[in-house]
């Protein structure tokens, strides 16, 4: 018998979204892209035409009650992550959520318990599980390459100024949700435990923009943490750097050391008379550095929906960065050590 083939509708046409969509458009297989929705009807109709596709809608409740559509990306603002999910899984569609999961532990429970009560896959977008170097890094780690993993230091820097809705933390989560969800998922992902416990430093430092209005965004946070299995870490993330997007772990165990990332674009450099110095170009953005990951995972994810199997970026993944996210942000509020279960 021939493999249904998946009809997928990607919610949210910003540039997330459309990195989801496109990957879709050009051929996953057994997936076809079926719709895309945006709230801005002239931001739908231009990306159902960029996509050569037929169907947009303005809403996502249409997108979800279209018989055609068997699964939803969900790319729009955290705080609908929730609502959309809970009702695509009323509606027996299988979902695809991008970080950060929810807006709080309870929202991501709520989640959870809905997906699985209506046996539907939810997978996050933890795209860093699907990227060639990470999945080597793990694979050397579960080999006992470096011995047993003692500290996992990881960070993410980005180029861009955030846009305004970022700046209000009570909807966005800050850069601890909006940047360093990645990290943080890493961190778990490399040391085989969740977090125990964290201390949080931030600031604000090259969006003076947001002071007046937003006085507790930070652009800079450096988090420190416990795992449960006694592991240390360091996350660390920042927004609005300008000089490229900067995107590395380390890894120190009981017997050696592993690195992931690099700030360099590729191994090119170059001098010449007037500058008298070596010259290379940095990473540009994440949607360069990442984009075979992003095409693996969404290969992944009808994969499990096809073969009944389990997601390898899971809802339960999900809940613990957004667990540690809030953590982190009470620790920066309250200038103390936070532990994971008085959240």
């Known amino acids: 018998m021939k493999k249904k083939t998946i009809g997928v509708a990607v919610i949210g046409a910003g540039r997330a979204g459309m990195i989801h969509a496109c990957n879709y458009a050009r051929g996953i297989a057994g997936a076809r892209l079926v719709a895309v929705v945006d709230p801005v009807a002239e931001v739908a109709k231009a990306a159902a035409e960029e996509l050569n596709i037929t169907k947009y809608y303005l809403s996502y409740q249409d997108a979800i009650n279209d018989d055609e559509v068997d699964a939803i990306v969900v790319v729009t603002p955290t705080k609908y992550h929730c609502e959309i999910v809970c009702l695509a899984a009323q509606a027996g569609k299988h979902i695809f959520c991008e970080k950060p999961m929810a807006m709080s532990e309870a929202e991501c429970a709520e989640m959870l318990a809905i997906t699985q009560q209506h046996g539907v896959l939810l997978q996050l977008g933890f795209m860093r599980r699907f990227d060639r170097n990470f999945m080597e890094a793990k694979a050397a780690i579960d080999a006992g390459a470096i011995g047993d993993v003692v500290l996992v230091k990881a960070l993410t820097h980005g180029p861009s100024v955030p846009k ?12 601890l949700a909006e940047v360093s969800s990645h990290d943080i998922d890493a961190v778990r992902w490399f040391s085989g435990a969740d977090f125990q416990e964290v201390y949080a430093l931030s600031g604000n430092y090259r969006c003076p923009q947001a002071r007046e209005k937003f006085p507790d965004y930070y652009d800079t946070v450096t988090l420190s943490g416990r795992m449960t299995n006694g592991t240390q870490c360091i996350v660390e993330g920042a927004v609005s ?24 674009e590729n191994s090119t450099r170059y001098a010449n008379s007037e500058q008298k110095q070596l010259i290379t170009k940095t990473v540009g953005s994440w949607q360069t550095l990442f984009t075979k990951a992003y095409e693996t995972e969404a290969l992944a994810f009808i994969d499990s ?19 540690v996210v809030n953590a982190g942000n009470l620790s920066i509020v309250e200038n103390r050590i936070v532990k994971l279960d008085e959240i």
């Open 305 to 323: 929906i096809s073969t009944h199997s389990p997601v390898k970026a899971s809802g339960y993944d999900g809940l613990q960065a957004v667990k």
């Open 241 to 264: 750097v300008g000089y490229g997007y900067d995107s590395r772990v380390e890894i120190l165990g009981t017997k050696g050391i592993l690195f992931v990332g690099d700030l360099q």
């Open 164 to 175: 305004e809705w970022m700046y209000d933390i009570s909807i966005s989560g800050g850069p």
